[in-house]
């Protein structure tokens, strides 16, 4: 079955830090994405994990554990451009092909000055 | 190197008639994804097709919906008969090749659809 799990909503001020986590249950993990979306536009994309541990990305790092099922966003010196939502995507593997991305509903972030 | 193109960007139709909406994956990317976003909700996963071929189509509701992605033009969502529970934001995305490495999926601008 599929199953995600992330908070819905997370406020925070200009120059502080924010983690998003993210739990799943996928079949076929592959590896976890994250991917940004302004005023509902185009989502991109920010980062990826295929194998345990962190990866760093300017002011955005992700973490994944394989075996906790679980994963974390993390943005740093926050800016007000940094207002969206945020979700965690875990990619599935379908008959041997990659990069099917289960959505959840993702996470408001509101920065505030 | 322009990036996914959809067309219309906004669509209007009343309850009953056929929307089609357009997607032009970028160059070089033959992988063509289709997600719905409800307001407020986050992005369902439709269909995923390769040129000529659909991989998997899971997503898509079992009637009136169809993909095609053949193998000059852009790949196409049907939907037929449309009702008011269709008025939503249709995204698609592309990727190139499959590299273990590069997992990105690239969106494009999305199609909103109003059904009155």
């Known amino acids: 079955g599929q199953s995600l799990e992330q908070p819905s909503e997370v406020t925070a001020v200009e120059g502080a830090i924010v983690q998003i986590n993210c739990t799943y249950q996928?079949?076929?993990?592959?590896?976890l994405s994250w991917y940004q979306q302004h005023d509902g536009g185009a989502p991109t994309f920010l980062s990826y994990?295929?194998?345990?541990g962190l990866e760093e990305t300017g002011r955005f790092s992700s973490f994944l554990s394989r075996s906790d099922s679980y994963g974390y966003l993390l943005l740093q010196e926050l800016q007000m451009k940094d207002s969206a939502s945020y979700f965690c995507?875990?990619?599935?593997?379908?008959?041997?092909?990659?990069?099917?991305?289960?959505f959840g509903t993702g996470t408001l972030l509101a920065v505030q000055p | 190197n322009a990036g996914v193109m959809q067309n219309p960007r906004h669509l209007v139709r009343r309850r009953g008639q056929e929307a089609r909406l357009r997607c032009s994956p970028m160059?070089?990317?033959?992988?063509v994804y289709w997600y719905r976003q409800l307001p407020e909700e986050g992005l369902k996963f439709m269909v995923y097709?390769?040129?000529?071929?659909?991989?998997?189509e899971s997503g898509m509701p079992k009637e009136r919906f169809s993909a095609e992605f053949p193998k000059e033009g852009p790949s196409i969502l049907r939907i037929q008969q449309v009702v008011r529970g269709d008025s939503a934001a249709y995204f698609c995305?592309?990727?190139?090749?499959?590299?273990?490495?590069?997992?990105?999926?690239?969106f494009g601008p999305g199609t909103r659809l109003t059904v009155l």
């Open positions: 995507a875990p990619e599935a593997v379908y008959g041997g092909a990659t990069n099917k991305l289960i």
């Open positions: 994990n295929g194998l345990d």
């Open positions: 097709l390769q040129k000529e071929n659909i991989i998997d």
């Open positions: 995305a592309s990727s190139p090749l499959l590299d273990l490495r590069d997992n990105e999926q690239f």
């Open positions: 160059k070089g990317h033959s992988h």
């Open positions: 996928t079949s076929g993990f592959y590896g």
